[in-house]
């Protein structure tokens, strides 16, 4: 069965700083991996996906993340954070073509401090 | 091109009372996916519909059912409402033009509270 792990349930930075969120996975094939944000009463927003390729994606406002087999993780960077970034952050692993589902980790949320 | 939309945004409700979300897609994609969020369970997947047969169920019991329309408008509806399904319920649709690489996009969701 497919996983995700995120140990970190609540993260504090400064604005200016850079960020690193955890997430790690578990899951018997080739994962397809995503990270969503969540603002407070709102859907959530895709950020950035992994199919394959490049192991280092580029998503949107300034987020990255690594793909990186051996740990089965994929922790999503920004060099400098934004007062704006502050929200829940989602990593979730996708199944197989054919299988929709999502399995969501239990989310970071982010408080940026001035 | 509009995103995922869900009616009704909010509705309180009371025990034993049913309820039923609407989401329409954006516009060209077939696939929706219906998923329950809350404090302490976290995001859950509830059921996948795809040209208007449900692929996909998670592990939620009978009373919470979907179903898919010709234009890929879904709903869901959950019988004998409970305490326990107070929730922000999320809809995503995604195209499927390429099955390997898709991407679901999420509505602002239907905050449900159950009196």
């Known amino acids: 069965a497919q996983s995700v792990t995120q140990p970190d349930i609540h993260i504090t930075v400064s604005e200016g700083a850079s960020l690193e969120l955890r997430c790690n996975y578990s899951?018997?094939?080739?994962?397809?991996l995503f990270w969503y944000v969540q603002s407070p009463g709102q859907g959530l927003q895709l950020l950035l996906k992994?199919?394959?390729?490049?192991?280092l994606v580029q998503g949107i406002k300034g987020f990255e993340a690594e793909f990186k087999r051996s740990q089965s993780s994929f922790n999503l960077r920004k060099p400098s954070v934004h007062w704006s970034d502050a929200a829940e952050y989602f990593c979730?692993?996708?199944?197989?073509?054919?299988?929709?589902?999502?399995?969501f980790g239990t989310g970071t949320r982010l408080t940026i401090i001035p | 091109k509009a995103g995922v939309t869900q009616t009704p945004r909010y509705l309180i409700k009371t025990r034993g009372q049913q309820v039923t979300l609407s989401c329409s897609p954006i516009?060209?994609?077939?696939?929706v996916s219906w998923y329950q969020q809350t404090p302490g369970q976290g995001l859950q997947f509830l059921f996948e519909?795809?040209?208007?047969?449900?692929?996909n169920k998670g592990n939620f019991p009978g009373r919470f059912s979907g179903r898919q329309f010709s234009n890929s408008r879904s709903e869901m509806n959950v019988s004998t409402l409970e305490l326990g399904d107070s929730a922000l319920y999320l809809c995503?649709?995604?195209?499927?033009?390429?099955?390997?690489?898709?991407?679901?996009?999420f509505g602002p969701g239907t905050r449900l509270t159950v009196l």
């Open positions: 519909y795809f040209s208007e047969t449900q692929r």
């Open positions: 995503a649709s995604s195209s499927l033009r390429a099955r390997a690489t898709d991407t679901q996009y």
């Open positions: 992994y199919f394959s390729g490049d192991t």
């Open positions: 979730a692993v996708g199944g197989l073509a054919g299988n929709e589902k999502l399995t």
């Open positions: 516009s060209g994609h077939r696939s």
């Open positions: 899951y018997g094939a080739t994962p397809y």
